[in-house]
C-alpha cells in the first residue's frame, strides 16, 4: 500500500536488504576515530581542549595543571571526562619519558589501571589502555631493560590482540630478536592478531542494529535488556540485520515500529526517536540541536551531529518510525 503525502511518495516497507556491509577492522577503526575526532569540536568536551591548550604552558605549569586536573575529576561518573583524565595522566607520563624513564612507566602503568573512560580506538594507538601500556613498555627500552621489554612486548602481542599497535610491537620484537631466533613465532603471534581484528571487525558492522534498539531502551528509562537477546529476536547474523527483523526485536522490547522510506520533508521533521539506515548503518535519531540531528552511532558507541540534508527532490531515507513504548 502506497500513501501519497504533499506529492511524494511514503512507502512502507515490510523487508529491506541487510543494513549491514562488511568492510575491514583497520577501516572501522578510522572511521570510528574520525568521527570521535570530529566531537572534540563540540562543547561537550572541553576538558580535551583544555588539556590541548595546556601543552602551551611552560612546563612547570603545565604539570601543575595536569596534576590538578586529575585530582578534579578523577572521581567524574562521566565518561568523556574519564578520558580526558587518562590523556592528563599520560601526557605526565610523556613529560618525564626520556629523563626519567621509570617514572613515567609508573605513570603509564597508572593511567592503564585507573581508566575508567571509553573504549574508542584510534586506528593507530588503539584504546586509551592500549596507549599506556604500549609506552611504559616503550620506558623500558629507554632505560635498558631490552630483555623485560621484550617479554612484555611479546605479552602485549598475545594479549591485546585487537589493538592496532601489535603491528608497532611486531616490529620492535623483529628488532629485539637473538640473531639466531626465528620470527616465524613472531609472524604467528601477528597473524592471529588480524585474524582476530577481521573476525571482530565484521561482528562490530553487524551489530549496529541491535545496539541502536539497546541504546533505544536505555534511553527510554526501560528495563535493560541484554544485547544477545536483541540479537537473537533480531535474527542478526555477521551479514547484519534485517529491516523486519529490526522491527521484530523492537517488538519484543516494548515498541511499535514501522519501516518507511520517507522524503526530504517527512526526513527533517520525522517525530522523535527514530532510526535511520543510512548507507548499510544503522543509527539511532534521538534530538536535535539546531539544523542537525543528534545520533547515536554504534560504530563509536556514543553520540555526533548530523547535519540535516539539504532539501532534495530526489532524497529519500529508510527509516524505522518508533510509536511510544507499549
Known amino acids: 500500500m502506497v500513501a501519497r503525502r504533499m506529492g511524494t511518495v511514503r512507502t512502507p516497507l515490510s523487508s529491506i536488504a541487510l543494513g549491514v556491509g562488511i568492510v575491514g577492522f583497520s ?36 604539570r601543575e595543571f595536569f596534576g590538578s586536573f586529575i585530582e578534579k575529576n578523577s572521581q567524574s561518573a562521566d565518561e568523556k571526562i574519564q578520558d580526558a583524565v587518562t590523556s592528563a595522566r599520560m601526557r605526565l607520563a610523556y613529560m618525564d619519558a626520556k629523563e626519567k624513564p621509570n ?95 577481521d573476525e571482530h571487525g565484521k561482528r562490530e558492522m553487524a551489530l549496529c542494529g541491535p545496539r541502536c534498539i539497546e541504546k533505544l531502551v536505555e534511553l527510554s528509562g526501560g528495563e535493560q535488556v541484554q544485547l544477545s537477546e536483541i540479537e537473537k529476536q533480531a535474527g542478526t547474523t555477521l551479514d547484519g540485520t534485517s529491516m523486519s527483523g529490526m522491527v521484530k526485536a523492537l517488538g519484543v522490547a516494548g515498541f511499535q515500529a514501522e ?45 555526533r551531529e548530523i547535519k540535516i540534508p539539504e532539501a532534495n527532490a530526489q532524497f529519500s531515507a529508510t527509516i524505522l518510525k518508533i510509536s511510544n513504548k507499549r
Not at 33 to 60: G, M, N, Y
Not at 116 to 132: E, K, R, V
Not at 265 to 286: N, S
Request: a neutral charge; aromatic letters at 8%.
Open 27 to 62: 577501516g572501522l577503526c578510522v572511521y570510528a576515530w574520525k568521527l570521535r575526532q570530529d566531537q572534540e569540536a563540540s562543547t561537550k568536551l572541553i576538558p580535551v581542549q583544555q588539556l590541548a591548550q595546556a601543552e602551551t604552558l611552560p612546563a612547570d605549569h603545565k
Open 103 to 197: 617514572e613515567a612507566r609508573e605513570l603509564f602503568l597508572e593511567a592503564e589501571q585507573k581508566h575508567s573512560g571509553s573504549d574508542a580506538m584510534d586506528p593507530s594507538f588503539g584504546a586509551m589502555p592500549d596507549q599506556a601500556r604500549y609506552q611504559a613498555i616503550n620506558c623500558l627500552m629507554i632505560d635498558g631493560k631490552t630483555e623485560q621489554a621484550r617479554k612484555e612486548y611479546l605479552a602485549f602481542l598475545k594479549e591485546r590482540p585487537l589493538s592496532p599497535l601489535v603491528f608497532g610491537v611486531h616490529k620492535r620484537l623483529l628488532k629485539l630478536r637473538a640473531e639466531r631466533e626465528s620470527r616465524d613465532e613472531i609472524d604467528r603471534l601477528l597473524q592471529i592478531a588480524v585474524d582476530k581484528q
Open 259 to 303: 519501516g518507511l522510506l520517507v522524503n526530504h520533508a517527512d526526513f527533517q521533521t520525522q517525530k522523535l526517536p527514530f532510526i535511520w539506515l543510512d548507507k548499510g548503518h544503522y543509527l539511532l535519531i534521538h534530538s536535535r540541536k539546531n539544523n542537525k540531528f543528534v545520533a547515536y552511532d554504534p560504530f563509536i558507541r556514543n553520540d
